[in-house]
Nanobody, 128 residues
Framework: QVQLVESGGGLVQAGGSLRLSCAAS????????MGWFRQATGKEREFVAA????????YYADSVKGRFTISRDNAKNMVYLQMNSLKPEGTAVYYC?????????????????????WGQGTQVTVSS
């Protein structure tokens, strides 16, 4: 089991940057692929980015590709989401999630059901 706690959310102007952090507990953190999802008010939760257990492979939603970067530090049990060129439509609660396994296969990168452990979320608000 992995327990996750997100931080780093806040209010930022459009075009600005934020870095989200996710602290994971548990000695098996390096056995989990990690993902970030977001949920805007009144909308379904959606996939943002994911990274393999070793950090060598990443996957992004088209909407954030080129602007967001996911990374991890297995020595510190941390996952990060660097968000640049933020847009107002990026306003949402951002969730960190863990998926058992070294690297997801195919559509499992983006499937919420494949992620077994979730954090409580951190609010990101992008003003126009």
């Amino acid at each position: 089991q992995v327990q996750l706690v997100e931080s780093g959310g806040g209010l930022v102007q459009a075009g600005g940057s934020l870095r989200l952090s996710c602290a994971a507990s548990g000695r098996t953190f390096s056995n989990y692929a990690m993902g970030w999802f977001r949920q805007a008010t009144g909308k379904e939760r959606e996939f943002v980015a994911a990274i393999s257990a070793g950090g060598g492979t990443t996957y992004y939603a088209d909407s954030v590709k080129g602007r967001f970067t996911i990374s991890r530090d297995n020595a510190k049990n941390m996952v990060y989401l660097q968000m640049n060129s933020l847009k107002p439509e990026g306003t949402a609660v951002y969730y960190c999630a863990a998926q058992p396994g070294i690297i997801p296969r195919g559509s499992r990168w983006t499937m919420m059901l494949e992620y077994r452990n979730w954090g409580q979320g951190t609010q990101v608000t992008v003003s126009s």
